[in-house]
Every structure is written in C-alpha cells, then in structure tokens.
C-alpha cells in the first residue's frame, strides 16, 4: 500500500487498521531534509496531535519509515504534495499533476532495496 499522508496513515497504523509491513511508501507533505530535524518535528508536532493515544509508538514509526527510506516529500523537489480528499492509501502506483507545468508526475519511488529492513523487523518483534 501506498499512503499519503504521514499523519493519517501512522494513525492508521497505530490503530491497527493497516499493518506496517504492508506499506510500501508514504508521500507525505512534509519537508524534512535530515533526520534529526524530522525526528524533531515528529515529537512536538506529530506526536502531540495526530498520533497522541501513543505518541512514542507513532514516533517509533515514522522514524522507522524515515530509516527504510519509505518516505517520499515531493515538496523538497518543488512538486505538489497529495491531494487526500478522495482518501490516504491507495494500492497502485499514482500520478499527481505537476501545478507548474500542467503535465503529470508519477511521483512513487520503488522503496531502496538496500534500506536496513532488520530494523523493521526488529520493531515488529517489539
């Protein structure tokens, strides 16, 4: 699954209505470009608001998908952030417009396939 948005979809998951293994990426609208400042972010914005039934876990989350490069920003590259409205998972790769040239990107990147997934399953055994 793809989500798009990071708040919602580590709700989702904490909520246990999606599973984490299953996602494969999130194209969130954040604009994060190291992790200390996204780790930051996470826990006095995130953490208090989105994900506040348990906001260690959430933090857990994020900055696991942050360290399995399963996060994509098109912000950082000057391109739109997902629109939600229709909802925030879809199962298939997608296409936003790009507002400034009214062409379409396909804005998924396959996952690194050399990201450290022991991590991942280092957290699920937790």
């Known amino acids: ?3 798009l948005s990071l708040s ?3 709700r989702d998951i904490l ?3 999606v599973s984490l293994p299953e996602v ?3 194209i969130t609208g954040t604009m994060y470009t190291d992790r200390d ?3 930051t972010g996470m826990k006095h914005s995130y953490c208090m608001t989105y994900w506040r039934k348990d906001p260690v876990r959430g933090l857990d989350i994020a900055m696991l998908l942050w360290d399995t490069k399963r996060l994509d920003q098109p912000r950082l ?3 739109p952030a997902p629109n939600i409205v229709d909802g925030h998972w879809v199962r298939e790769r997608i296409v936003m417009p790009d507002e400034d040239s009214g062409t379409h990107i396909d804005t998924f990147e396959e996952p690194d396939p050399n990201a450290p997934m022991s991590a991942l399953r280092k957290f699920l055994e937790s």
């Open 1 to 3: 699954m793809i989500g």
């Open 24 to 26: 494969e990426k999130i």
């Open 8 to 10: 919602f979809c580590v």
């Open 77 to 79: 590259k000057n391109k």
């Open 15 to 17: 909520d246990g209505k």
């Open 37 to 39: 400042m996204f780790h």
